[in-house]
């Protein structure tokens, strides 16, 4: 038996429950994980209030992605063996445990130069921005790009990388402390979008012209304010419903400025490409250990009380990005 979360039904982070489960041994092709952190994802958030797409059925244990050690191995799995400490992102759940049962293919290598807790808080969220920046909209050295929640935890990834690219970065928050933090991670101009009206300050910081290209992950409250904000040609890279989902697009909205959209999704990595994410994630890597992307991990709780950090995320109190550390590491 070990401990994990356990969401029985949907409702507030109070339905979260801290119980005893059983974790087998490995299947064909799967692992077994002592978990040294977990990354916490507004998805989970989604999912345990019911509302996401793919929210798995109840009951289940939440949490898609983390880092540990391998202690088992299943049979035929080569790509990883006992004592590995690897990470993982993954739309199938069952994170916010202390050990975890994981199919060996989801699971990258964690260099030795990067604390496996920063690996926790940097796979999901990275994988994320890395499918942003280079497929959603291609960020070039030159391009100007709006990002929405840019303090969050896909948004201050997006915010560093896409700046040492060489993008000039605006980036909307809704507090002081937010704006700081967006700045040091490379956005030229902050937008407090709760005292300025963001699409006025976007046309007047690029003279009028709008932006290549605008990534949002709020949806309903900034949806019709992000087309606005668009160059002509310009894309709209949407992959967020925080604030719920926008009305439907007409076509004249696209057609009215030759805009893309698209609505990008770590899928891309983690269900349909997993070479894929193996040669991300080394990207990933590389760039913590070149100093491009500065993992933030800026709140961290004991897995057993991972309701404090579902109430702190859900009331948008965080920053950067949030962990769950087991009670037993
Ligand atoms: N498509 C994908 O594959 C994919 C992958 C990962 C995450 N996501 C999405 O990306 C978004 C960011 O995820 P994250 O885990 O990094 O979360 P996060 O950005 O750390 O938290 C969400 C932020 O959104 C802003 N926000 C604006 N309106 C909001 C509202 N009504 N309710 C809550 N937050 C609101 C808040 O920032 P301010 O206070 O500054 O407004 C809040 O801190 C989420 O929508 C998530 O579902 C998508």
């Keep these: 038996m070990v401990k994990a979360i356990r969401v029985p039904e949907h409702g507030g982070p109070e339905v979260l429950k801290w119980e005893d489960v059983e974790v087998p041994d490995p299947k064909e092709g799967e692992i077994r994980l002592k978990q040294k952190a977990i990354g916490l994802n507004f998805l989970d958030v989604y999912m345990r209030q019911g509302l996401h797409n793919t929210s798995p059925p109840l009951p289940y244990t939440?949490?898609?992605?983390?880092a540990g050690v391998v202690t088992a191995v299943g049979p035929g799995v080569t790509s990883c063996k006992v004592g590995d400490v690897v990470a993982?992102?993954?739309l199938q759940v069952g994170g916010y445990a202390q050990e975890r049962i994981l199919a060996a293919d989801q699971a990258v290598p964690v260099p030795s130069s990067v604390d496996p807790v920063e690996a926790a808080a940097l796979i999901f969220k990275g994988l994320t921005a890395h499918v942003l920046i280079h497929k959603g909209f291609k960020v070039e050295r030159g391009h100007t790009i709006l990002v929405?929640?840019?303090a969050g935890g896909v948004g201050y990834l997006?915010?560093?990388w896409a700046s040492a690219i060489g993008a000039t970065v605006i980036g909307t928050v809704s507090t002081k402390e937010k704006a700081e933090q967006a700045k040091e991670d490379g956005c030229e101009h902050v937008i407090l979008y709760k005292d300025e009206d963001f699409v006025e300050r976007v046309m007047e910081i690029t003279s009028n012209k709008g932006v290549d290209a605008v990534y949002d992950s709020v949806g309903?409250?900034?949806f019709e304010g992000s087309l606005a904000c668009l160059k002509f040609g310009g894309s709209m890279v949407h992959f967020g419903l925080a604030s719920g989902e926008p009305e439907p697009i007409r076509v004249?909205?696209?057609a009215l400025k030759s805009l893309n959209y698209t609505f990008s999704s770590i899928?891309?990595?983690t269900d349909v490409d997993r070479d894929a994410m193996r040669v991300a994630a080394e990207e990933l890597f590389e760039n913590v250990a070149k100093g491009v992307l500065r993992v933030r991990v800026n709140h961290k709780y004991p897995l057993s009380l991972a309701s404090q950090a579902h109430a702190a995320i859900e009331t948008r109190k965080t920053t950067g990005s949030v962990v769950l550390i087991p009670d037993d590491e």
């Design 252 to 254: 004249f909205q696209i």
């Design 62 to 66: 939440p949490g898609m992605e983390g």
């Design 148 to 150: 929405h929640a840019a």
């Design 158 to 160: 997006v915010c560093q």
């Design 88 to 90: 993982y992102a993954s």
């Design 267 to 269: 899928a891309h990595y």
């Design 220 to 222: 309903k409250d900034t």
